[in-house]
T-cell receptor, first 117, second 110 residues
Framework: GAVVSQHPSRVICKSGTSVKIECRSL??????MFWYRQFPKQSLMLMATSNEGSKATYEQGVEKDKFLINHASLTLSTLTVTSAHPEDSSFYIC?????????????FGPGTRLTVT | GQNIDQPTEMTATEGAIVQINCTYQTSGFNGLFWYQQHAGEAPTFLSYNVLDGLEEKGRFSSFLSRSKGYSYLLLKELQMKDSASYLC???????????FGTGTRLLVSP
């Protein structure tokens, strides 16, 4: 159980275009989803926390108008990178936490490799 | 502020034991996680410590000392497949966010 999927796994886009990444919890309902970014040989950096039905909370330094997050249902969150630039090329990983108040574990998706040319 | 430190790289030999340390200074604490991450893949859960002491799970053990802001991951009987990055992450209170350490790249050689 506790499977999280991401789509697409890899995407290449041209500078100035927008890209949408989907994160789905397949066998559980996720009250909270998290979006991380990871540059080569670096650790995961939290970008934002999203709760179903409410606005995302962004970390300091993350532009909310550039990285649009939508968490419209308990099984789906999307991250849209708007007007992408080469410096946005990174590995984007989502994670989800279930609706049970007792659980603290987050389940990670397989990640999306974004390359902006 | 929040600061979570790990050694950048470690090397070890197949069959050996290796200890990966993590020190943390965070604004809140609700437990510490260890994850394994192979290149290009998502992190996979290894352990969760919220109380002081040692938690053993097969070849992997994790230790926590909250008073010292210190944890370690112990890997025994190393195998080649253990070559990966190991991430220490602290769960803070309130927002329940996971804050990741710098990560340790472990290379296991024959």
């Amino acid at each position: 159980g506790a499977v999280v999927s991401q789509h697409p796994s890899r995407v290449i886009c041209k500078s100035g275009t927008s890209v949408k990444i989907e994160c789905r919890s397949l066998d559980f309902q996720a009250t909270t989803m998290f979006w991380y970014r990871q540059f080569p040989k670096q650790s995961l950096m939290l970008m934002a926390t999203s709760n179903e039905g409410s606005k995302a909370t962004y970390e300091q330094g993350v532009e909310k108008d550039k990285f649009l997050i939508n968490h419209a249902s308990l099984t789906l969150s999307t991250l849209t990178v708007t007007s992408a630039h080469p410096e946005d090329s990174s590995f984007y990983i989502c994670s989800a936490r279930g609706t049970s108040g007792a659980t603290v574990e987050q389940y990670f998706g397989p990640g999306t490799r974004l390359t902006v040319t | 502020g929040q600061n979570i430190d790990q050694p950048t790289e470690m090397t070890a030999t197949e069959g050996a034991i290796v200890q990966i340390n993590c020190t943390y200074q965070t604004s809140g604490f609700n437990g510490l996680f260890w994850y394994q991450q192979h290149a290009g893949e998502a992190p996979t859960f290894l352990s969760y410590n919220v109380l002081d002491g040692l938690e053993e799970k097969g070849r992997f053990s994790s230790f926590l000392s909250r008073s010292k802001g210190y944890s370690y991951l112990l890997l025994k009987e190393l195998q080649m497949k253990d070559s990966a990055s190991y991430l220490c992450a602290v769960l803070n209170t309130g927002f329940q966010k996971l804050v990741f350490g710098t990560g340790t790249r472990l290379l296991v050689s024959p």
